[in-house]
Every structure is written in structure tokens, then in C-alpha cells.
């Protein structure tokens, strides 16, 4: 029984441990958005933002609340960023491209970009990978190792000529899969 309950203990330390070391690699990243962080605790003012504007969770590890137009997903436990995210609505092309160029701006090229609909900027441990880096890994089959994703993805066709009178959605999200795994349930 005492060996039982101590490997429980042990695993639960070890996982909070793997967290925490997680969340400051995600956080030494700095990937930013209207001044939150990804992986960071959230500052003061942002806490106090937090409480002015709740929004529903669908776990009880997390709570999420609106900036703006800004969604932030936080560790209720840590009061760390897990995921922001930001909706548009019936966007014109132009307005399409105007969102994808404040990403460019804020994160630079992209790692990859898909069908003219989905742009991709990833991390690794250290820094963002170029998008020669991803081509390299794809070629060879050996997949990067991806911390941090800024992923844009629009209904309609960014940059295609024929497509200028085009309405449609548009989302980006910005998020670590490793991190989102420690809530699996969000």
C-alpha cells in the first residue's frame, strides 16, 4: 500500500514538474498578442480583466474570458495562457489578408501555408522553424518537434485573384499541443 501511494505521488510530481518546466519553455518563446503571452501567468491587469469578462469552460482545470476580441484560455491552477484565439466574421478578402499580414508582422514568415486557406507558423524548443526547416523534415520524414503553433485559417482563399468579391470566416488560434495535453479535457 505505501509503495502504491507512493508512485502515485511520485507521478503526480513528476507530471506537475514536466508542467511547469512546459509552460516556462512555451513562455521563453514569446509568443505575444495584444500583451499575453503564451505559456506566462497572467499580469494584474490582466487578472482583473479576467474577472470583468468570464466566459463558459468546458473544464473545470481552466477558465476563459474575452480582452476585446481577444479569447484567452488559462490554468485556473497556475493562472498561466494556454491558448488565445480570435474569431472573424464574414471578412471580405482584403480584410482576409490584413489579419494574416498583422501575424506576418507580428511573427514574421510563416513555416507553412496550405491550399491558400491555412498559414502556419511553428516553434520548437528554442526558436520558430523556417519554412526550409519544415521542407528539409518533410523530405526526410522526420518530424519537427513542435512546442507552439500560430495557426490562421480562412474559408476563403487568401491571396486568389479570382476570389476578391469573397465573404467568409476566418479564425486564428495560438496554442501548444504539448501543454494542451496536460488538459485533454478542454
Known sequence: MAICLGLFLWTGFSA???LASLFRQVENLKIERQGYLLGAPLTQVQEAVAAKNPMDAASKKVF???????NIVAD???????????????LSQHKVQEKVGELFMAYEDPTISAHDKVVYWAWGKTAKFTAAQFDRAK???TPLAI????????EI???EKKETAAIGDAYFIISSDPLLKFFHDI
Do not use: C, H
Not at 476563459?64 to 481577444?70: A, E, W
Open 64 to 70: 476563459k474570458f474575452r480582452d476585446k476580441n481577444l
Open 139 to 141: 523530405e526526410k520524414k
Open 16 to 18: 506537475a514538474g514536466e
Open 76 to 90: 485556473r491552477a497556475s493562472r498561466r495562457v494556454l491558448v488565445l484565439f480570435e474569431q472573424f466574421e464574414k
Open 147 to 154: 512546442i507552439a503553433t500560430v495557426k490562421f485559417n480562412s
Open 157 to 159: 482563399k487568401i491571396m
